[in-house]
């Protein structure tokens, strides 16, 4: 009886403060717009918190692989060094004389030639990635959209391309224009309103405490 | 208030299906066949007959802000399908790289094992953060799924380019990958890269199809109805405009 009686506290909770801050967004009454970005401001705050909880959880998760030297353990050695190294150099740095806050001199320099670095290099490979999915999509998955799929993606990447002069000009350019400026974006559009869609319905079905992803 | 109108409308017409569907004698719905959520069963009983992981992510998206909808889906379909799952020897691992989707999954596998009065099998670790930037969330999830036996990949929430990273994975570890994201141009991507891409909204018909929930099929229904009413105000706006009815 204490669990329901909690369950239906944390409805009410969760159902009053999500509808004041929509009709927030919508109606201009000051006090509702205060405690709209009170609310708002308050979540914020508590995302933050949850960052460093997640990275508490990130490391948690990694020292354990490490103690049963599960698969893939010697990564998560250089991954609990590697954060330890990071907030060791950012916590001293002010002592050094590297700034201070997010964004002193260290956390610049490994985000800039590590972070970044690495990251620009992983979405490099994702083109190969994607040539062999295609390739796979046909064997896969041989149907009228997967063939049109691939047909498009060949003209944009060939309409794309640097045009040389030697070569005859097959109009590839002008059919990626017209594929890009009229069905891409009708589809586009068309995809954009079912997600928008979706994204009412799921938040309406929590406003109106259907779903609770706040606990049973 | 033209916006708080359609907002209102939409929740009218979610109740009104919901009361319809929950009435005594009503007839099962009938949903269109969703290729990639009908694989889901399938996958599910081969992750627990074969005593590997099941994998559910709710992509790189954060929550309480532009991708909360879409995590709230993967959240979903994580409570249905943990429910099955969780009866194998190895439990199903969550991955985001959000610490509130964190706590949220957290909430949603515990309560899943308390149903089942088997909470001493719940592990606050089964749910985790794999990286805290979309591409070392990717590459992390990659790792995993070679490394931790995973028997079968399901992606909802909201996941940019690094999605080719996990279902490239899957693919090869030879393993069901049906994944979905909120971001348009990541579901091109994986139309191509995943096993089971989801398409626009059926991202967040997971609910529906899974569990039956009737308030689920019922905004989906009610989408259906939103969406008529807006292609025909599209289509009423483009005369009107035509013809310089508008301004």
């Given at each position: 009886?204490?669990?329901?009686?909690?369950?239906?506290?944390?409805?009410?909770?969760?159902?009053?403060?999500?509808?004041?801050?929509?009709?927030?967004?919508?109606?201009?009454?000051?006090?509702?717009?205060?405690?709209?970005?009170?609310?708002?401001?308050?979540?914020?705050?508590?995302?933050?918190?949850?960052?460093?909880?997640?990275?508490?959880?990130?490391?948690?998760?990694?020292?354990?692989?490490?103690?049963?030297?599960?698969?893939?353990?010697?990564?998560?050695?250089?991954?609990?060094?590697?954060?330890?190294?990071?907030?060791?150099?950012?916590?001293?740095?002010?002592?050094?004389?590297?700034?201070?806050?997010?964004?002193?001199?260290?956390?610049?320099?490994?985000?800039?030639?590590?972070?970044?670095?690495?990251?620009?290099?992983?979405?490099?490979?994702?083109?190969?990635?994607?040539?062999?999915?295609?390739?796979?999509?046909?064997?896969?998955?041989?149907?009228?959209?997967?063939?049109?799929?691939?047909?498009?993606?060949?003209?944009?990447?060939?309409?794309?391309?640097?045009?040389?002069?030697?070569?005859?000009?097959?109009?590839?350019?002008?059919?990626?224009?017209?594929?890009?400026?009229?069905?891409?974006?009708?589809?586009?559009?068309?995809?954009?309103?079912?997600?928008?869609?979706?994204?009412?319905?799921?938040?309406?079905?929590?406003?109106?405490?259907?779903?609770?992803?706040?606990?049973? | 208030?033209?916006?708080?109108?359609?907002?209102?409308?939409?929740?009218?017409?979610?109740?009104?299906?919901?009361?319809?569907?929950?009435?005594?004698?009503?007839?099962?719905?009938?949903?269109?066949?969703v290729e990639a959520l009908q694989s889901l069963p399938d996958t599910v009983g081969q992750a627990?007959?074969?005593?590997r992981r099941l994998h559910i992510s709710l992509g790189?998206?954060?929550?309480?802000?532009?991708?909360?909808?879409a995590a709230?889906a993967g959240l979903t379909v994580l409570d249905q399908i943990s429910a099955v799952a969780?009866?194998?020897?190895?439990?199903p691992v969550v991955t985001t790289?959000?610490?509130?989707?964190?706590?949220?999954a957290?909430?949603t596998?515990?309560?899943?094992?308390?149903?089942?009065?088997?909470?001493?099998?719940?592990?606050?670790?089964?749910a985790?953060?794999?990286?805290?930037?979309?591409?070392?969330?990717?590459?992390?999830v990659?790792?995993?799924i070679?490394?931790?036996?995973v028997a079968g990949t399901v992606l909802v929430g909201?996941v940019?380019?690094?999605a080719?990273?996990i279902a490239?994975a899957g693919?090869?570890?030879?393993i069901n990958t049906v994944a979905g994201s909120?971001?348009?141009?990541?579901?091109?991507?994986l139309?191509?890269?995943a096993d089971n891409p989801l398409?626009?909204?059926d991202l967040?018909a997971g609910g529906?199809y899974i569990g039956?929930?009737?308030?689920?099929?019922?905004?989906?229904?009610?989408?259906?109805?939103?969406?008529?009413?807006?292609?025909?105000?599209?289509?009423?706006?483009?005369?009107?405009?035509?013809?310089?009815?508008?301004?």
């Amino acid at each position: 009886m204490k669990i329901r009686f909690w369950g239906i506290i944390l409805v009410a909770i969760a159902v009053s403060a999500g509808l004041i801050t929509l009709l927030g967004y919508f109606v201009n009454v000051p006090v509702l717009l205060g405690l709209r970005l009170q609310f708002v401001a308050w979540a914020s705050i508590l995302a933050a918190v949850a960052v460093g909880l997640g990275a508490l959880n990130l490391l948690g998760v990694h020292l354990k692989k490490i103690s049963d030297q599960s698969g893939g353990w010697v990564y998560s050695i250089f991954l609990v060094l590697s954060l330890l190294g990071v907030i060791g150099a950012s916590m001293a740095a002010p002592f050094l004389g590297m700034g201070s806050g997010p964004a002193n001199t260290t956390n610049a320099w490994v985000f800039k030639y590590i972070v970044a670095a690495v990251g620009t290099a992983l979405s490099g490979l994702l083109i190969f990635f994607l040539v062999f999915a295609g390739y796979r999509l046909l064997r896969r998955r041989p149907s009228v959209a997967s063939v049109t799929f691939l047909i498009v993606a060949l003209v944009s990447i060939l309409g794309m391309a640097p045009q040389l002069p030697e070569l005859p000009d097959l109009g590839l350019r002008d059919l990626w224009i017209w594929i890009s400026q009229v069905p891409a974006v009708a589809g586009a559009r068309g995809v954009l309103l079912g997600i928008a869609l979706g994204v009412i319905a799921t938040g309406l079905r929590i406003l109106l405490a259907v779903d609770r992803p706040y606990g049973e | 208030m033209l916006e708080l109108g359609f907002v209102f409308l939409f929740a009218i017409l979610i109740g009104v299906f919901t009361a319809l569907g929950r009435r005594r004698g009503a007839r099962p719905a009938a949903l269109r066949p969703v290729e990639a959520l009908q694989s889901l069963p399938d996958t599910v009983g081969q992750a627990v007959e074969t005593g590997r992981r099941l994998h559910i992510s709710l992509g790189s998206g954060t929550i309480g802000e532009m991708d909360t909808a879409a995590a709230l889906a993967g959240l979903t379909v994580l409570d249905q399908i943990s429910a099955v799952a969780a009866v194998s020897d190895k439990p199903p691992v969550v991955t985001t790289a959000d610490g509130t989707a964190m706590f949220l999954a957290q909430d949603t596998l515990r309560n899943v094992y308390e149903r089942q009065n088997a909470s001493q099998r719940y592990d606050p670790t089964s749910a985790r953060v794999a990286g805290l930037s979309p591409m070392s969330f990717g590459a992390a999830v990659t790792g995993m799924i070679k490394d931790e036996s995973v028997a079968g990949t399901v992606l909802v929430g909201s996941v940019g380019p690094e999605a080719v990273l996990i279902a490239e994975a899957g693919s090869r570890a030879n393993i069901n990958t049906v994944a979905g994201s909120s971001d348009p141009s990541a579901q091109a991507l994986l139309f191509a890269a995943a096993d089971n891409p989801l398409v626009g909204e059926d991202l967040f018909a997971g609910g529906a199809y899974i569990g039956r929930l009737p308030a689920h099929i019922a905004s989906l229904r009610a989408q259906d109805v939103m969406r008529i009413l807006i292609g025909l105000a599209i289509v009423v706006g483009v005369i009107a405009k035509t013809f310089g009815f508008l301004p």
